[in-house]
Every structure is written in structure tokens, then in C-alpha cells.
């Protein structure tokens, strides 16, 4: 009993910084049908960003998230101008492939920068936690999620009370009628593709503070985010948050009761079984797809 | 003088035949004859070039053709090389070689349970399948050690020939694989089978309401896609001397893959290995020069998206439309052409409606479908007499495109029945309707837009058989049958245009004769009036009187009711997804629920007659 509640409790905390990771991925899917496979990348650049405010200039990481998600906003605004832009209306196995492309540049170019060894920020809290009788609490988990649930909840604000949230819901729920009552939606696009990157800048934070990683681990953290938007339903952010502490669990309890081998794998099952059962995922509803094309 | 004919001579279409055979056997004899080189690095990077030339053909025909994006088709690579290296260190007696049908079949037969899972999903998330896949083949790799030996992989014995054959057994059968796959991507595309894969890729839920048993192709192209590259992956096994889960399903490999496809050219026989030439030189320079690693992220990761951005048809169908643009120049096209209906009368005045059999030909009973909370079709019931146009009324989302979905089988009815001819059919799959006789066109037209007008009007399939995926895909009498109904609808001027560059109510007509190549007995018309200009409507209900003279039975959606009055007989009219009522038209135009949900109170001051000539109201399409 008293394990699964720990189980619980870890895979609840480990989902919460899941979510904040995955709000990003499914806000840009939502907004522009863009599948962004460089999303773990950027998660990784994220982490070597604060790496580095951490090692030179002694940055907690904490207080780096503010810099660091606007370096990342910038950066995803960059990246949308420069290739997004171009491939958006264009088949949709193109925008991936282009995206794919961002990240194997970005991986590359994070080799290069920060070397391929595995890198970790290891502060006060990182191995601290609290007792709660048998139970235990990891500090840096704790603050993880304190933080995602800070976060998530800006973005909820943003997107429910501002001239600007309303935007980008208009445009995602209808492109052409946004665009006929004054909606930019090119520059709504860039906005939500930097956002979304932005959000990784907060999570990049705190994930180089409870796991090691090096550039090529991008592809570990992309699997596990299409993982949970699929199973959320694409294009759903409350989706992606139930997905995320769906599949946070879920690895914690492979780890205890299968063994450590099986969480790399639980993400890649659950893609396949999610997308042949119930395409749409758990929130998401399925488009009209028929004679009204 | 001398230069422009010889520009003019190069632009002739013989000419650039020639010049193109030239070309491919100029570079075959050179291929072939490669291990003559005295650069044994050169001769290594021409052996990896095949290796990714045939994995980069395997995909052509499931991303060119079948439309479905695959990031894992180096995986098929890695499970061909891992079938040989089990097989040959289980059985050490054996030529390795001599494995590499057996590690084709098995990469087939995986490839073919990938291709089921497309049942479900397509786009965006089979793409996103395809990533998971790969992933999960590898840790099969890692995790099944007693069979793959995990992490530290398997070593392959040495080659066992003589030294002075060198490279040339890796080498001659990879080369005999790539002719091999390139064969049957010839093949493939002249049959009827990569039509089906075609039309698969231009819109697949049409493909099924034409006949096209969507799974069934999708299932054997996947397994021709893995096929030779299987083989080829356990001859690449054997030439490397070990495999190991890291090298092997490497998603770097897949990149490779695709890149090649698309930067030769998806969709062309030789596209894909154009692009593996140009790829693996690039890769092994990479390698050499930077070390691999970062540098060759960075290289191909940049190509992909400069790629997708500036030349996303590739480098053969850019240098096809080039020429083509070249020739063309100041000749006049046909897109300005007048279609007149006039030309010719095409139904003899006298055609009369078939006398009625009594016969039901369709009926439903009790149909219900909901979305979410939204009762779309709720408790309908009708019938269609045969040889009867019988016309499906109603207000603007009572639900009659629903109906129509769900008789054609793009959707499956929550309860309910759907008889044509007495036979339960509300459970069969689109193309076994098409099959059984029900044609059907959509509201906003669905023509496979990269095709010809006559590919499209020859697409459709009458029934189902192995052996008729083989047969030619515009084969003689086919195409004349094809050629007459174009000339039925008024298009035969149009044979050959690319059908997205028609005008919407062309479109209309010439799915029209798409659907009669079925040889249907039953048409389903959505809105055959809509959007299209008063002669034009004219003419379709001409064409529908003409049909159904020789016994076709329609059924159809419409809002204009003169063209309605005029036609059809009798009439249902569904609101609220219930038939509220049905009659002749003279009985329907006076029934005052029909007045109320429908035509509205003023509707009788301006009723059309059924005894003048039809007035024809232009109408926005709903």
C-alpha cells in the first residue's frame, strides 16, 4: 500500500513537469497542425541554458526560468520565421520533416556548444527531500511541480482572459474566419510558436535539475511528449496535462513492478496502442471528416 | 542558327526519351561495373549508396505512391541485417548470402503489421506511429538477448570467397536487389494496384466509395516496401561483419532514407536512388572530414529543412515541369476553352423514366448516428423505388449528408438498417457497396487532383481479385469505355487535363462518368445543382434523365427545388434527421409540415409547375 501510494506520489510530481513540457507541443499542434518533433530538442537547449547561467554565473535554476523562457520565446520566434513560416499550409509530412530537421540541427549544434557527455545541475535540493512518515517527497520533484502548475496556469489565463488567448484559440478553431475578422494569423502563429518554445524554457529549467542529459537524449523526451498528447488527444491542453500525469505514473509503475528497463518502452506502446484504439486520444474530440471536405 | 533547333531538338519529347535512356544506362554500366575502382573507400561509399538506394525505393512506394510518411524505413534495414546475422551465426555452414530471402520476408511481413496499423490512422499521427515503431524495435534488439545478444550485438564470420573477388559478391547483389525493387516499382505503377495506390494517396476515404480495398493495398504495399530492403539489410549485415541495436536502428538511417526520397524525387522510379547517389557521398565526406557525429546532425538536419522549404518535389519532377514549362511556352492551353452544352442534344427529348417494377432497391430503416450529443440522424426510414430518381430533401444540417455517408460507408450507423436489394449492407466496408452497385458524388467535388482526367474517370474498380491487381492500369477497353462516358458527360476535350486544374462544375461532370464507370445501380448525387451556372444544371439533369431512361436508379440531395420539381420523383424530405414526409412532388408542396420545416409559408405563392419549362434559380452552394 504504502508503495503504491509513493508510486503515486512520484509519478504525479514527474507528471507535472511532463505537462508543463507537453502544454507547449499541443498549444502548437492546436493552433498551426504542426507536429513539432524538435520539442525535445528545445527542451534539451532549455537545460543547457541553465546549465550554463548555473556553472558561470552561479544562477540558481529557479531564477534563471525567467531568462531562460525568454531567450526561449526569442528562439522560437527565430525558428518560426526562418523555417516554420515556410512549410505552414504545405503537406503535413512536410512540416514534420522540417522539424525533424530543426532537430537534428539543434542537437548537432548542442554537441558542439556543450559536448556530448551527460550533463546534470545538481543544487541544494537536488538529492533533498521530505519525510512524511514512510513516504518520501523529493524536493527539486516538489518545486517541479509547483512550478508546472505556475506555469500551466499563466498559459490557462493567457489563452481564456486576453485579447491575445482569444486570438489564438479563434485561429485554431478556424484560420479563414479568424483571418476575415482581423486576426493576424501569421503573426498568431509566431506568437504561439514562441510561447510554446517559451513554456520549455521553465521545464528544460527544472528538468536539468532532476535528470542528467546530453543532446542525443532529445529523442527520449520527444517520444515521451508525442506520447502524451497523442494519448491526451492532439491539439487538447487539459488533455495533454491528463495525459502527462497519466504516462508519469505509468513509467513509475513499470520501474517498480516491471522493472528499469521498461519505462524507455511504456511512451513507444503507448503511441501505437492509443493511436490504433482511439486515434482521437482521451480529450480530444474527432474532426468531421466526410463529404464536407 | 544551329543553336536554337538543337535547344528546340533537346526540348522534343523522343529526343529527352532518348537522352533520359542514355543517361540511366550510362549510369547503370558505371554502377555496376564500380568495384573496378582502385579506391577501396570509393567502392565502400558505392556499396552504402545501394544500400540506402534500395531502402530509399522501398519507401517510394509507400511515401510516393501510398501518400504515408515513414520514419522508420531504416528499421527494415536493421531487421534484415539482424535475420542474417542470427541465421548465420546459428548456422555457420551456410553462405550468409544465401539468407537474404529469408530476412526479406521477415522484413516484409513486419512491414505488412506496420501497414495495419495504417487502418486506423493516417497523417500526422501515422508519422508520429512510424517514430514510436522504430524505437520499439530497437529495444526489442537491446532487451532480447538470449536471440539478438543486447548491446554487444552479433559478429558475422568473415567472407568466405577467394581475396581477388574483393568486394564484388556484396556489391553484385546489391545490385541485382536494387533492380530488383526498381522493377517492381515499375511494375507497380503501370498496374491497376499502384493506381489504387495512388488514389489512396490523393484521398483515400474517396478511393473507398470508388471500390478501392484501401487495406488490402495498403497491407501489400507495405510489404513491397520492405521487401528487397530486407534483403538488402542482410547483405549489408554480412559486409559490415557485425550488427548491433545502436548502428542498426539508428533513426539517423531513416533520415538518410527520406531525405533521398524526397530530394530525388517521390513518386518517380528514379528519383529515390538519384538522391541516394548524391546522399551517401555527402554522408561518407561528412564522416571523413568532421568525424561524423555533430557536424553530420548538422549537415543533414539543415538539408532536410532547406530541402522542404525550397525544393519540396524534388529534383526530377522539378526538372520535368522546367521542360515541360520550356515547351508549352506560347502554346494555348485548354483551360480557357468554353465547355457548350449545346453541341450536341444529349438525351433524345422523349426520354422517358423507365416503366416502375415495384421494386425497392434501397431501403432504410430506423437509422440513427449521433456525434457527441448531436442527434444527426435520428429514426430515419425511406425507401428508393428502382428505376426511380427519388429526391432526399430538407433544411441545412437535418442531416441528409449523414445519411448519404452512411449508405455509401464512409461512416458506420450507430443502429439501424440499410438494405439495397434486400442484402443488410449497413455493415460493409465503402468499396464492397461500391462493389455490390452504389455509386455516389460529393458536394464539394473529390477528384484525385495529381491525375488526368481519364486516370480518374478509369479508377474506379467494379469488384475485388488478386489477380486484377496486376492487370494494366488504363488497359484498351477500359480506357474506351472511359472515353465514351467522358464523351457522355461532354468532357472528352479534357482527357487529359490534370483534374485539379478543372473548374468546379467540370469537376461535377466528370466525377459524374468516375461513378458510372462503377456500371452502378444505384447514384448517390450531393447536391449535383450546386454551385454551377444555370446551363450547366441544365445539362446535369439531362444527363440524369438520360441515365436513368437506360435504368440507373439515383438518389439525391439538392436545394433547388425546381431542379428538384422538375426531376425528381418522389421526393422524402428529412428534418431534424427523421423523415417528417414523403410523396410526389405535387403532394410534397402542399404538405404543410414540409411548408413549416423547409420551404417556408411563402414558398406556394411562387411553386414552380411541374408542366412549364424548368426555371433555372442560381443558388448559393450550401
Redesign the interface.
Known amino acids: 500500500m504504502v508503495s503504491l501510494v509513493q508510486t503515486l506520489i512520484l509519478g504525479l510530481q514527474v507528471g507535472a513537469l511532463y505537462a508543463l513540457m507537453a502544454s507547449g507541443l499541443t498549444l502548437i499542434f492546436g493552433v498551426m497542425r504542426v507536429i513539432n518533433l524538435a520539442h525535445g530538442a528545445f527542451a534539451i537547449l532549455a537545460a543547457f541554458l541553465t546549465f550554463t547561467l548555473w556553472r558561470n554565473l552561479g544562477m540558481d535554476p529557479i531564477l534563471s526560468i525567467p531568462v531562460v523562457m525568454a531567450v526561449m520565446f526569442a528562439i522560437g520566434w527565430l525558428v518560426y520565421v526562418l523555417v516554420i513560416r515556410h512549410v505552414r499550409g504545405a503537406h503535413v509530412s512536410m512540416t514534420v520533416l522540417a522539424t525533424f530537421g530543426i532537430a537534428l540541427v539543434l542537437e548537432g549544434a548542442m554537441g558542439f556548444i556543450w559536448g556530448n557527455t551527460s550533463t546534470a545541475v545538481r543544487t541544494s535540493y537536488t538529492d533533498a527531500s521530505l519525510s512524511l512518515g514512510p513516504l518520501y517527497v523529493p524536493q527539486a520533484m516538489l518545486i517541479t511541480a509547483a512550478i508546472a502548475a505556475l506555469v500551466i496556469g499563466g498559459l490557462y489565463l493567457l489563452l481564456n482572459y486576453t485579447w491575445t488567448g482569444r486570438a489564438i484559440r479563434a485561429a485554431s478553431t478556424n484560420e479563414g474566419g479568424a483571418l476575415l475578422v482581423g486576426v493576424s494569423v501569421a503573426t498568431v502563429a509566431a506568437l504561439t510558436f514562441a510561447i510554446g518554445v517559451a513554456t520549455l524554457g521553465a521545464g528544460g529549467a527544472m528538468l536539468s535539475t532532476i535528470y542528467p542529459f546530453l543532446p542525443g537524449t532529445h529523442y527520449q523526451w520527444i517520444a515521451r511528449l508525442l506520447a502524451i498528447v497523442v494519448l491526451g488527444g492532439l491539439g487538447s491542453l487539459p488533455g495533454a496535462i491528463l495525459g502527462a500525469l497519466v504516462i508519469g505514473v505509468g513509467e513509475m509503475a513499470a520501474t517498480n513492478y516491471l522493472g528499469a528497463a521498461w519505462p524507455v518502452a511504456v511512451p513507444f506502446l503507448v503511441i501505437i496502442v492509443v493511436l490504433i484504439t482511439r486515434p482521437q486520444g482521451i480529450l480530444g474530440t474527432r474532426l468531421r471528416e466526410d463529404a464536407v471536405a | 542558327m544551329t543553336t536554337i533547333s538543337g535547344a528546340s531538338r533537346l526540348l522534343d519529347p523522343r529526343m529527352q526519351k532518348l537522352i533520359t535512356r542514355g543517361l540511366v544506362l550510362v549510369a547503370a554500366v558505371v554502377i555496376v561495373l564500380f568495384p573496378l575502382s582502385p579506391s577501396a573507400s570509393a567502392q565502400n561509399t558505392v556499396i552504402l549508396a545501394l544500400v540506402l538506394a534500395i531502402g530509399a525505393s522501398g519507401l517510394n512506394i509507400i511515401?510516393g505512391y501510398t501518400g504515408y510518411?515513414s520514419?522508420s524505413q531504416g528499421a527494415f534495414i536493421g531487421i534484415g541485417a539482424y535475420v542474417g546475422a542470427i541465421l548465420a551465426t546459428r548456422f555457420p555452414d551456410v553462405q550468409p548470402l544465401l539468407w537474404a530471402p529469408i530476412a526479406g520476408v521477415v522484413a516484409a511481413l513486419i512491414a505488412m503489421l506496420l501497414g495495419l496499423?495504417t487502418?486506423?490512422?493516417r497523417?500526422?499521427?501515422?508519422?508520429?506511429?512510424t517514430?514510436?515503431?522504430l524505437?520499439?524495435v530497437q529495444?526489442v534488439a537491446?532487451?532480447w538477448v538470449p536471440v539478438t545478444n543486447g548491446t554487444a550485438g552479433l559478429t558475422l564470420p568473415l567472407p568466405d570467397w577467394p581475396d581477388p573477388w574483393g568486394n564484388w559478391p556484396f556489391h553484385l547483389a546489391l545490385v541485382v536487389l536494387l533492380a530488383l525493387s526498381l522493377t517492381m516499382t515499375w511494375w507497380i505503377r503501370r498496374t491497376k494496384f499502384g493506381m489504387g495506390l495512388i488514389a489512396i494517396r490523393e484521398d483515400e476515404?474517396k478511393a473507398g466509395t470508388i471500390g478501392v480495398n484501401a487495406p488490402v493495398y495498403k497491407l501489400l504495399a507495405f510489404g513491397a516496401s520492405a521487401l528487397f530492403v530486407g534483403m538488402a539489410g542482410s547483405v549489408y549485415g554480412y559486409y559490415l561483419s557485425f550488427v548491433d541495436p545502436i548502428g542498426m536502428f539508428s533513426?539517423?538511417t531513416s533520415?538518410l532514407i527520406?531525405l533521398s526520397v524526397?530530394l530525388g524525387g517521390r513518386g518517380t522510379l528514379f528519383g529515390p536512388v538519384l538522391g541516394a547517389f548524391i546522399i551517401q557521398p555527402v554522408n561518407n565526406f561528412a564522416n571523413d572530414t568532421f568525424g561524423g557525429?555533430?557536424?553530420?546532425?548538422?549537415?543533414?538536419?539543415?538539408?532536410?529543412?532547406l530541402?522542404?522549404?525550397l525544393l519540396?518535389k524534388g529534383i526530377l519532377p522539378t526538372a520535368a515541369a522546367l521542360l515541360e514549362k520550356t515547351r508549352s511556352k506560347g502554346t494555348v492551353g485548354l483551360s480557357g476553352a468554353r465547355l457548350n452544352p449545346l453541341d450536341r442534344p444529349l438525351a433524345p427529348a422523349e426520354a422517358r423514366p423507365p416503366a416502375p417494377t415495384g421494386r425497392t432497391l434501397l431501403e432504410v430503416r430506423g437509422l440513427h448516428k449521433s456525434?457527441?450529443g448531436n442527434h444527426a440522424v435520428n429514426d430515419c426510414s425511406f425507401t428508393v423505388p428502382e428505376g426511380s430518381i427519388t429526391a432526399l430533401i430538407g433544411p441545412n444540417g437535418s442531416g441528409k449528408?449523414?445519411v448519404?455517408?452512411l449508405i455509401s460507408g464512409?461512416?458506420t450507423p450507430d443502429r439501424g438498417e440499410i438494405l439495397l436489394n434486400g442484402e443488410r449492407i449497413e455493415r460493409l466496408s465503402p468499396w464492397s457497396r461500391a462493389h455490390r452497385g452504389i455509386g455516389r458524388t460529393?458536394?464539394?467535388t473529390?477528384l484525385f487532383r495529381e491525375m488526368t482526367v481519364l486516370e480518374n474517370v478509369v479508377a474506379p474498380l467494379r469488384d475485388f481479385s488478386v489477380r486484377q491487381l496486376g492487370l494494366g492500369a488504363v488497359s484498351g477497353s477500359e480506357a474506351a469505355r472511359a472515353e465514351e462516358l467522358l464523351e457522355f458527360v461532354g468532357m472528352s476535350a479534357y482527357r487529359d487535363a490534370r483534374a485539379g486544374a478543372l473548374s468546379y462544375g467540370q469537376q461535377k461532370l466528370v466525377e459524374l462518368a468516375q461513378v458510372l464507370m462503377l456500371d452502378p445501380k444505384l447514384i448517390l448525387l450531393?447536391e449535383p445543382a450546386g454551385g454551377i451556372n444555370p446551363t450547366l444544371i441544365e445539362r446535369m439533369g439531362d444527363l440524369i434523365r438520360a441515365l436513368n431512361a437506360q435504368g440507373t436508379t439515383f438518389l439525391l440531395v439538392e436545394h433547388n427545388m425546381p431542379f428538384v420539381v422538375g426531376l425528381c420523383d418522389p421526393i422524402r424530405v428529412l428534418a431534424r434527421g427523421a423523415v417528417i414526409a414523403q410523396g410526389s412532388p405535387e403532394q410534397i408542396q402542399k404538405d404543410p409540415l414540409v411548408l413549416d420545416a423547409y420551404l417556408g409559408d411563402d414558398y406556394l405563392l411562387e411553386a414552380p409547375s411541374r408542366s412549364v419549362n424548368i426555371p433555372v434559380v442560381e443558388r448559393n452552394p450550401a
Open positions: 511515401t510518411l520514419l496499423v487502418y486506423r490512422s497523417g500526422p499521427a501515422f508519422v508520429i506511429i517514430v514510436a515503431f524505437f520499439l529495444f537491446i532487451e476515404g533513426i539517423i533520415a527520406v524526397i557525429g555533430n557536424a553530420r546532425l548538422v549537415i543533414f538536419g539543415g538539408l532536410l529543412v530541402l522542404v522549404i519540396p456525434f457527441g449528408t449523414t448519404f455517408n464512409t461512416m460529393f458536394q464539394i473529390r450531393d
